[in-house]
């Protein structure tokens, strides 16, 4: 089975542009999350959903972020507009309620930069 | 609220030595703790769990015991080896299932393993 997909791998943008960051949760997980990890402040949950709906958001740093889920298989994370301090490695990662000790299954990661 | 504290990095190690990494936590009632590991330029992966007290997680010759007396879960390896090079986090999830399945992540632990 392919495990949770993330596109693109790898972001460069200028500073005022808007960017989307995708992601695959895997086939039949109803828990998708999003993380940031930076040098300075190490891995961040920026938000959650349970079954399409935001949980909790309280990790999304300003209004600059927002990010959806229409459906069980598809998630972004928008920034408009970007930041060069937005500059981080964006994880996503999926699990499933079923699966016992809420185990997260993480995808590689979009390595963005903001010039 | 929840937290987790992890020894300060990095560590570097000759390879076959003894490894252990401090792992202490703060969290209500019982929660769910794991290792995980990320390999250079990829998403992190479970390593091991433990679920409840006195719990003892094994995987790739890597173990971890759920200390609640000591609100701890050392990770060690005995014999370690130049492919366990990565950053290894620290976790806890209070509730395993339902409606709060997030994860707590201490701030991660560089390992370089020499040859």
């Known amino acids: 089975d392919a495990g949770v997909i993330q596109s693109p791998r790898h972001e460069v943008t200028e500073m005022g542009q808007e960017v989307t960051l995708r992601c695959k949760p895997i086939?039949?997980?109803?828990?998708l999350f999003w993380y940031r990890q930076t040098m300075m402040r190490g891995l961040e949950l920026l938000i959650y959903?349970?079954?399409?709906?935001?949980?909790?958001d309280s990790g999304m740093p300003e209004d600059r972020f927002s990010a959806k889920m229409p459906n069980a298989s598809f998630s972004t994370l928008k920034i408009q507009p970007s930041e060069p301090r937005d500059s981080a490695v964006y994880f996503c990662?999926?699990?499933?309620?079923?699966?016992?000790?809420?185990?997260?299954?993480f995808g590689p990661g979009t390595r963005l930069t903001v010039l | 609220g929840d937290s987790v504290t992890q020894m300060e990095g990095p560590v570097t190690l000759s390879e076959e030595a003894f490894l252990t990494i401090n792992c202490t936590y703060t969290?209500?009632?019982?929660?769910?703790l794991f290792w995980y590991v990320q390999y250079p330029g990829e998403g992190l992966q479970l390593l091991l769990k433990?679920?409840?007290?006195?719990d003892k997680g094994s995987n790739k010759g890597f173990e971890a015991t759920y200390r609640k007396e000591t609100t701890s879960f050392h990770l060690e390896k005995g014999s370690v080896q130049v492919s366990d090079s990565a950053v290894y986090f620290c976790?806890?999830?209070?509730?395993?299932?339902?409606?709060?399945?997030?994860?707590?992540f201490g701030k991660g632990i560089t390992l370089s393993v020499r040859p």
């Open positions: 990662a999926s699990s499933s309620s079923g699966g016992g000790a809420n185990e997260q299954f």
């Open positions: 086939s039949g997980h109803d828990y």
């Open positions: 959903f349970n079954n399409n709906v935001p949980i909790d």
């Open positions: 969290a209500t009632g019982y929660p769910s």
């Open positions: 433990a679920t409840k007290a006195d």
């Open positions: 976790a806890l999830s209070r509730h395993p299932t339902g409606a709060n399945s997030k994860l707590t």
